[in-house]
T-cell receptor
């Protein structure tokens, strides 16, 4: 099976702009989660989508949003970018097997805000 | 609120040594724990998943244990190799999110194995 893919891999944006990141999960996985990784805060959970519905949300401002399509592909959007949004954004997909979820991560999108 | 701590933050060992990485969590009501490896600038690779009902999992030279009552997990790496150099992350599936894919991560242990 192909792994989790994320596009684009690298992005440079200017403060105030908006950005959309894309994630394609492993075939058959219906859950997609997004995480932000920074040197200071580490890995932090943004939100999770399952069957096109957001079912869990982390502690991030409303500028961070996402959606999931019927084929389980997901996008996250960040509006009005700030310098502090510079980070590695990781997407993970999972399916429920053996009574639990195992997360599989993509390579990430490196976002730089100038 | 669940918090995950990993000690030490960094570790340097000579090739061939056996080593232990530690992970602790504040709320023992977890439904699973997962160990990941991350190479610089890359995504996360899943190493081992331990369900809450299990005590340990093994894969090759890796062995992870889980003690929910004390809020601890350890990752044992046998006969370390330079290719094991990476950051190792521990993450717990919080019981409050038992039916979701949400993970809470530690800050990681950066391992360097010297030839």
């Amino acid at each position: 099976k192909a792994g989790v893919t994320q596009t684009p891999r690298y992005l440079i944006k200017t403060r105030g702009q908006q950005v959309t990141l894309s994630c394609s999960p492993i075939s058959g996985h219906r859950s997609v989660s997004w995480y932000q990784q920074t040197p200071g805060q580490g890995l932090q959970f943004l939100f999770e989508y399952f069957s096109e519905t957001q079912r869990n949300k982390g502690n991030f401002p409303g500028r961070f949003s996402g959606r999931q399509f019927s084929n389980s592909r997901s996008e996250m959007n960040v509006s009005t970018l700030e310098l502090g949004d510079s980070a590695l954004y990781l997407c993970a997909s999972s399916s429920r097997t053996g009574g639990t979820y195992e997360q599989y991560f993509g390579p990430g999108t490196r976002l730089t805000v100038t | 609120k669940q918090e995950v701590t990993q000690i030490p933050a960094a570790l340097s060992v000579p090739e061939g040594e056996n080593l232990v990485l530690n992970c602790s969590f504040t709320d023992s009501a977890i439904y699973n724990l997962q160990w990941f490896r991350q190479d610089p600038g890359k995504g996360l690779t899943s190493l081992l998943l331990i369900q809450s009902s299990q005590r340990e999992q093994t894969s090759g030279r890796l062995n992870a244990s889980l003690d929910k009552s004390s809020g601890r997990s350890t990752l044992y790496i046998a006969a370390s190799q330079p290719g094991d150099s990476a950051t190792y992350l521990c993450a717990v599936g919080d019981h409050g999110s038992s039916n979701t894919g949400k993970l809470i991560f530690g800050q990681g242990t950066t391992l360097q194995v010297k030839p």
